[in-house]
């Protein structure tokens, strides 16, 4: 059976509307992002991510600083079919590449192994799919 997917909405002040602008660039190509933009020197995010990853948005209002760079962020979780739109479609670019669309290395992430990589890298271990089809099922 297919992993629920679920919607993760964080708001956290950047410090400055530079910092906000470059966090909004940085996310604007994960695969998981159905909305990411800086409110001056607010950053708010939009992600659809597996409910396996819950711990993920966690540790974002847990940890804002040492995820992030945030100050302070503010999380509200729902599940995926509570949010009708937009309708979300997980980008998987044509090319995968060892570094993910935030600059990230997976392989170079403590957390890799509880996670399984980003999608858009070849360090993913995970059902992502292309073609229309959702990632996880969802």
């Not at 966690?58 to 079919?81: F, H, K, W, Y």
Request: aromatic fraction near 10%; glycine fraction near 10%; include cysteine.
């Amino acid at each position: 059976m297919a992993e629920r997917m679920i919607c993760g909405l964080i708001i956290g002040e950047a410090g400055s509307a530079e910092k906000a602008r470059e966090l909004a660039k940085a996310f604007k190509d994960c695969p998981y992002c159905a909305f990411a933009g800086a409110f001056g020197s607010r950053f708010v995010w939009t992600l659809f991510v597996p409910e396996s990853h819950q711990w993920w948005l966690d540790s974002i209002r847990e940890s804002p600083e040492e995820t992030l760079g945030l100050r302070n962020a503010e999380l509200s979780v729902t599940e995926a079919e509570d949010v009708p739109y937009p309708a979300f479609e997980l980008r998987i670019p044509a090319e995968r590449r060892e570094t993910s669309p935030c600059g990230a290395r997976c392989d170079l992430c403590e957390l890799y192994g509880r996670c399984p990589g980003c999608p858009a890298t070849v360090f993913h271990r995970g059902p992502a799919r292309r073609g229309g089809e959702r990632c996880f099922g969802g």
